[in-house]
Structures are given as structure tokens and as C-alpha cells.
């Protein structure tokens, strides 16, 4: 059992940018790299070990071979619950929804969609649509897609660095340009596009709208969970905690290091290091590991305790 450094999967929608290469250093044979899936065991996408005894081994295959990696909450799920990934919207995304999880596996055989948004970098411009601004009947919504007024319907964000979204299933939610995020996700990959600017692609074609799924999926009054993190910056030891989002899939914690510090992992939970910014050292027993910007790392439930050593932000995630 060691800390496992995970080797992503990118992928090149018409969104997409150069941020992840160039300022990240993850390598990818697009000229756009609008996603990188950081840790991921959805079929789109299954990230793969890259050190180790396992190097090149699928991340499934390991966990497979040792579930207790996963620990003792993973019997909770059917399948996998999370996917962390780094978003590059160099343009706008589609407006979209997801669904929940009786929807999504009825209708698409996934699971459902709950998602949460650290904000890395933004232009001054950037926006973020989340949720809409008054409560709409169904057949409101469906007018308002059908004659253009959509956007009008939403609400409109303008972030900052450091901004949180928790992001329910059936929320509907848009990601603007000139903005670089990590999203961590139920392990989904099911979207249902609203509107999507009238873009074209290579050929001259429209992407695929989803409006019979969104609209029967859309939760039409404004979100409950206002935007935010969960809860204030903490000082714990030598290090910051910020808690940024939990739910029933997911609790994600943003860390800030400065000196030599600890964290915990027990044997309820594997840990999902994704470095933000800085870089660090992860000591385990007689297990260490460099992560630097844009690396990610799993951490097999039941390591103990875990010494960082650098000046770090990275964004935590156990299940």
C-alpha cells in the first residue's frame, strides 16, 4: 500500500483552452484541452497509476485487486461515487443539468450528477450562471428555451478566485469563459445541454441539445445551497481547512500548508490529493511522494497518519 500518483485523461471539447498544458503541465495531444480528469473510473475515462507496482495499471484494475483501498463508506455505493477533474473554459459552456441518481440510471445507465466548483483563476469578466433567479412553472421553462430567453431566466454570478458553487442535481448551471476550475463530481458523466450559444463544430454542426431530458429533470425554483464554501477557514496545526462542500457522495476540504504538517487516513476512506498551487511533499510510513501544480495523488484508506512538508493549496477529498 503506498500513495499512488495518478496520470490523467484529458479531453478536447470546442470549449476548451491551453491553460491545463501550459500552466499546469499536463500533457495532452490536443491543441485545446478544455478537461483533464484527475481522478476518474467512469468507462469515459479511467485514469491509470503512474508509479509505483502498479504503474500503468488502471485505477479500477488496482482497486479491483485491493477494494480495501477504498475503505470501509465505498460499501455504500454500487459503483465508484467520485471523479475530481480540472475545467479550462477558454469559451462558454453549454447551459446544462443533470440528473439525479433514479433518472440518470433509468434513462442513461450512470449515476446522477451532484458536483462542486472550486474557482481557481477567472478574467475579471467571467461569469457563472447558477440556478435561475425566480421559481418557473415547466411550461415557463420549456417557453423560455423555445423562444431564446433563457439566459434571461438564470442568475448570472460574477466569481473570484477562491469561490465555491455546490451544485445539486437538476440545477441548472453554466460555466463562463476565462474561467480555470477543479470540479469534484458524483462519478457521472451525464449532462443534458439547454442551450449551447448556436455553436458550430469543425463540420458546420450543432452539438446535441438534451430538452425533453432537461425538462424533465430541472429543479425550476432558485437553489437551496447558496454560493460558498461550507464553512470558514479553520487553523488546524500548521495548516488551513477550509470545508468546501460535503453530501452523501463526497467531502471535499481545501488545505492550505506552510510548514510540516499532518493529515489523516483512516480506514473509512481513501484521501484525493489534487495540488492547486505550490508543491509538497506527502510522507506515509516509509512512502514519500513530490506533487506539484496540477498533479494528483490517491492515498489507500487505512495509511494513518500522513506528513505534508512544503507550501502547498490542494484540495482534499475523501468519501
Not at 453549454?94 to 474557482?119: C, F, R
Not at 423560455?144 to 455546490?166: C, M, Q, R, W, Y
Request: glycine share 8%; proline share 5%; net charge negative.
Amino acid at each position: 500500500m503506498y500513495i499512488m500518483k495518478l496520470v490523467p485523461v484529458v479531453k478536447d471539447y470546442i470549449w476548451g483552452g491551453t491553460r491545463l498544458r501550459d500552466e499546469y503541465g499536463i500533457e495532452s495531444p490536443y491543441e485545446r484541452t478544455a478537461e483533464a480528469w484527475m481522478l476518474s473510473c467512469h468507462p469515459d475515462g479511467r485514469v491509470k497509476v503512474g508509479n509505483g507496482e502498479h504503474e500503468g495499471k488502471s485505477l479500477p484494475k488496482v482497486l479491483t485487486m485491493h477494494p480495501e483501498y477504498m475503505g470501509t463508506h465505498a460499501r455504500n455505493f454500487s459503483m465508484f461515487p467520485v471523479m475530481i477533474k480540472l475545467i479550462d473554459a477558454h469559451d462558454n459552456l453549454s447551459l446544462q443539468v443533470h440528473p439525479d441518481d433514479e433518472y440518470a440510471l433509468a434513462v442513461d445507465n450512470d449515476q446522477g450528477k451532484h458536483e462542486l466548483w472550486y474557482i481557481i483563476d477567472c478574467d475579471e469578466d467571467s461569469e457563472i450562471i447558477y440556478g435561475f433567479r425566480e421559481e418557473l412553472t415547466q411550461e415557463e421553462f420549456k417557453r423560455a428555451i423555445e423562444d431564446g430567453t433563457i439566459l434571461v431566466s438564470v442568475e448570472h454570478f460574477k466569481p473570484k478566485k477562491g469561490d465555491v458553487f455546490n451544485i445539486e442535481a437538476g440545477t441548472i448551471h453554466a460555466i463562463g469563459k476565462g474561467i480555470l476550475l477543479a470540479e469534484v463530481q458524483q462519478n457521472s458523466n451525464a449532462t443534458y445541454r439547454v442551450y449551447d450559444y448556436d455553436r458550430t463544430d469543425a463540420e458546420g454542426n450543432r452539438r446535441q441539445l438534451h430538452i425533453s431530458k432537461a425538462i424533465d429533470v430541472t429543479i425550476t425554483t432558485p437553489p437551496t445551497i447558496p454560493p460558498g464554501a461550507m464553512s470558514p477557514p479553520e487553523d488546524v496545526e500548521a495548516h488551513t481547512q477550509t470545508l468546501l462542500g460535503t453530501c452523501e457522495y463526497f467531502n471535499t476540504t481545501l488545505v492550505e500548508t506552510y510548514m510540516p504538517t499532518h493529515i489523516q487516513v483512516d480506514d473509512d476512506s481513501f484521501a484525493c490529493v489534487l495540488m492547486v498551487e505550490g508543491s509538497a511533499k506527502f510522507y506515509a510510513g516509509d512512502n514519500d511522494i513530490e506533487l506539484n501544480k496540477g498533479e494528483c495523488a490517491f492515498i489507500p484508506a487505512g495509511t494513518g497518519k500522513v506528513t505534508v512538508n512544503g507550501q502547498s493549496k490542494f484540495i482534499l477529498t475523501k468519501i
